[in-house]
């Protein structure tokens, strides 16, 4: 979501410049960082046989009704200059869920990792606080020192390179297609980010804290001496 505020907000440029600086730092297989974002995502299945256009291509004729079998979400994890991503969907997305994700990145991504980077958004289930609804404590507190995290400002998910995956994920992967199952899904998904992968698809992030001191400058308040 492209928000910018229209006024000064010190909590915006705050978090901004803390996610920017996160961004500039040079790779380090010890301290990874890794950008993550989750999407709700609607089941559908035909109500119809769909029909091939021609006998010569794979273009299909969809009807225009379909069956809602319902929803799920999509959890995405990916580290910028690690070039990878890895994309799973779950039925749903409680701060349980969130937590065994989270176990899942710290334990087989990089379970030799001195410390994670996560920048993530604000969503209410992205929280340490979800790892002891999850584990036993001593657990939760073992995964919960694995990490240094790092919050996208309100209304600045734009921030956060995991949505421009997701984004390249719907576009190439998901739009316009009707899927029935999270098995599906799953298997759509899964096919994507490995040909991803594969190609060694990165992110140049180019934005500074000095392009945002330049060209967001209305966002930050005027210190009158």
């Not at 909590?11 to 803390?18: H, S, T």
């Not at 794979?58 to 070039?83: A, N, W």
């Not at 657990?139 to 600045?156: D, M, N, S, V, W």
Request: charged letters at 25%.
């Amino acid at each position: 979501m492209w928000c910018i505020p229209p006024k000064q907000s010190a909590e915006f440029a705050a978090r901004m410049e803390d996610i920017l600086e996160v961004y500039s730092r040079p790779f380090d297989e010890n301290r990874p960082v890794v950008c993550m974002d989750e999407k709700p995502f609607q089941l559908l299945d035909e109500y119809l046989e769909p029909i091939p256009m021609s006998k010569t291509n794979h273009i299909e004729k969809y009807d225009c009704e379909y069956v809602r079998k319902g929803s799920c979400s999509i959890f995405l994890f990916t580290e910028p200059l690690g070039q990878w991503r890895e994309a799973h969907a779950l039925p749903q997305r409680t701060s349980v869920d969130w937590a065994k994700q989270i176990q899942w990145l710290a334990d087989e991504q990089y379970p030799l990792a001195e410390k994670i980077v996560l920048v993530m958004d604000n969503l209410n289930t992205h929280d340490i606080s979800s790892l002891y609804k999850a584990f036993p404590p001593e657990e939760a507190y073992r995964l919960a020192q694995r990490f240094e995290i790092h919050y996208t400002p309100k209304h600045g998910s734009w921030l956060d390179i995991a949505e421009i995956e997701l984004s390249a994920l719907t576009v190439q992967a998901l739009l316009g297609k009707r899927i029935p199952s999270i098995d599906a899904l799953n298997e759509t998904i899964a096919a994507w980010h490995s040909n991803r992968n594969a190609n060694q698809k990165g992110v140049d992030w180019q934005f500074t804290v000095d392009d945002a001191r330049m060209k967001l400058k209305h966002l930050y308040p005027e210190i009158k001496f």
